[in-house]
T-cell receptor, first 117, second 113 residues
């Protein structure tokens, strides 16, 4: 089955700790994205990557870091610098449209709920 | 004015009703429009994907885009309790390198048996 997997489903972090959220896709999609979802706030883009070994900041990148060493993997690290990390984190991927540089619709993983204790 | 406005609800309807969910937007460059369904504590699932103006139907779901009014709608016919979820609209422009989706905040729908 093709799809996007995220792990863990639930994650608890103590103050001052860094934690890494996993995102893997076997859809052969070029682009991958990380979003944060808070109640009443909608989805906000943290980071995105269109190609291996390259990634760009989204709207709320402060306190987060990513890597894209493989096409199928895009892990997100929530650092201790992130002031309010408790949220639902969603990973998504999309395919580059043939002949162009724009991207198709995004497909989402099941999410990771991070809670700071 | 926010780029995408979506009534948060909650919207409660009886089973079998026709549901209308709507978003308005301000950016006239938006060309691609999507509707996602999100069950509680799950990731969003793509329901409908449309380009420019017009209607698109898929089973009980119809997506409608009116670019002149900057207004999109999702209609659900014969609504079922399993349709109870939060519905997110999303859109993007068609420029080179276009990738970023702009989301509405979602409308929470409850279909009562």
């Amino acid at each position: 089955d093709g799809g996007i997997t995220q792990s863990p489903k639930y994650l608890f972090r103590k103050e001052g700790q860094n934690v890494t959220l996993s995102c893997e896709q076997n859809l052969n999609h070029d682009a991958m994205y990380w979003y944060r979802q808070d109640p009443g706030q909608g989805l906000r883009l943290i980071y995105y990557s269109h190609i291996v070994n390259d990634f760009q900041k989204g709207d709320i990148a402060e306190g987060y870091s990513v890597s894209r060493e493989k096409k199928e993997s895009f892990p997100l690290t929530v650092t201790s610098a992130q002031k309010n990390p408790t949220a639902f984190y969603l990973c998504a991927s999309s395919r580059r449209l043939a002949g162009g540089s724009s991207y198709n619709e995004q497909f989402f993983g099941p999410g990771t709920r991070l809670t700071v204790l | 004015q926010k780029e995408v406005e979506q009534d948060p609800g909650p919207l409660s309807v009886p089973e079998g009703a026709i549901v209308s969910l709507n978003c308005t937007y301000s950016n006239s460059a938006f060309q691609y429009f999507m509707w996602y369904r999100q069950y509680s504590r799950k990731g969003p699932e793509l329901l409908m994907y449309t380009y420019s103006s017009g209607n698109k139907e898929d089973g009980r779901f119809t997506a409608q885009v009116d670019k002149s009014s900057k207004y999109i709608s999702l209609f659900i016919r014969d609504s079922q309790p399993s349709d109870s979820a939060t519905y997110l609209c999303a859109m993007r422009d068609s420029g080179a390198g276009s990738y970023q989706l702009t989301f509405g905040k979602g409308t929470k729908l409850s279909v009562i048996p």
